[in-house]
């Protein structure tokens, strides 16, 4: 069974740059799609970016546009999240989250999802 585990996160100054990333046991990430979403206390939890199986990457959040990038390496068994330019509404915990489909923004079509990891932007 597909299991999904995120490392990376922890405290970065603004504008700093941070690399979460996503690894899957159980099975590859071949035949799905995999999503991050973030969330931040007392806000609901939005998408950011997702990598379709296929046809690249889609962009959830304009206001992470031209700053985070999404990419999975040659074994095809984890998905990353590079941050760059962070501010501080970028704090949340971020998720990475899998579904043999294609990309979608709604966090509930996704089925399997990462233990979360939280991500800090302060000085």
């Known amino acids: 069974q597909l299991q999904l585990v995120e490392s990376g996160g922890g405290l970065v100054e603004p504008g700093g740059s941070l690399r979460l990333s996503c690894a899957a046991s159980?099975?590859?990430?071949?035949?799905?799609?995999v999503g991050w979403f973030r969330q931040a206390p007392g806000k609901e939890r939005e998408g950011v970016l997702c990598?379709?199986?296929?046809?690249?990457?889609?962009n959830y959040a304009d206001s992470v546009k031209g700053r985070f990038t999404i990419s999975k390496d040659n074994a095809g068994n984890t998905v990353h999240l590079q941050m760059n330019s962070l501010k501080p509404e970028d704090t949340a915990v971020y998720y990475c989250?899998?579904?043999?489909?294609?990309?979608?923004?709604?966090?509930?079509?996704?089925?399997?999802w990462g233990q979360g990891i939280q991500v800090t932007v302060s000085s």
């Open positions: 990598l379709n199986r296929r046809d690249g990457s889609t």
């Open positions: 989250a899998a579904r043999p489909y294609w990309c979608s923004a709604t966090s509930a079509d996704f089925g399997l």
């Open positions: 159980g099975s590859t990430l071949d035949r799905y799609a």
